[in-house]
């Protein structure tokens, strides 16, 4: 098993920047990627970045040139999030588990944080 606990995210103005960050524990041979995910109520959660250990990253359309998913070590991932739109305001939940950057989403998650971007 693989606990993640993510930190940051709040409120933000518009074109302002935000980082985010979640730490794994537990069985680290299982982490794999790790990524980040958001979701609105009423829509699906969908991916934002997702990272490997060597550092390849895979980046949603709506985000690129934006945000920024960096890899520390096995064990940690930042999200570091520039030029803040309304439209990224979701809970944004930490995910690990996957081998696969085509197909990033892994089994484990965080609890997930609130980002809100006001206008």
């Known amino acids: 098993q693989v606990q993640l606990v993510e930190s940051g995210g709040g409120l933000v103005q518009s074109g302002g920047s935000l980082r985010l960050s979640c730490a794994a524990s537990?069985?680290?041979?299982?982490?794999?990627?790790m990524g980040w995910y958001r979701q609105v109520p009423g829509k699906q959660r969908e991916l934002v970045a997702a990272?490997?250990?060597?550092?390849?990253a895979n980046y949603a359309e709506s985000v690129k040139g934006r945000f920024t998913i960096s890899r520390d070590d096995i064990k940690q991932v930042v999200l570091q999030m520039n030029s803040l739109k309304p439209e990224d305001t979701a809970v944004y939940y930490c995910?690990?588990?996957?081998?696969?950057?085509?197909?990033?989403?892994?089994?484990?998650w965080g609890q997930g944080t609130q980002v809100t971007v006001s206008s």
């Open positions: 990272v490997s250990i060597n550092g390849d």
């Open positions: 995910n690990a588990g996957s081998t696969d950057l085509m197909n990033p989403l892994g089994t484990y």
């Open positions: 537990g069985s680290i041979f299982q982490v794999g990627l």
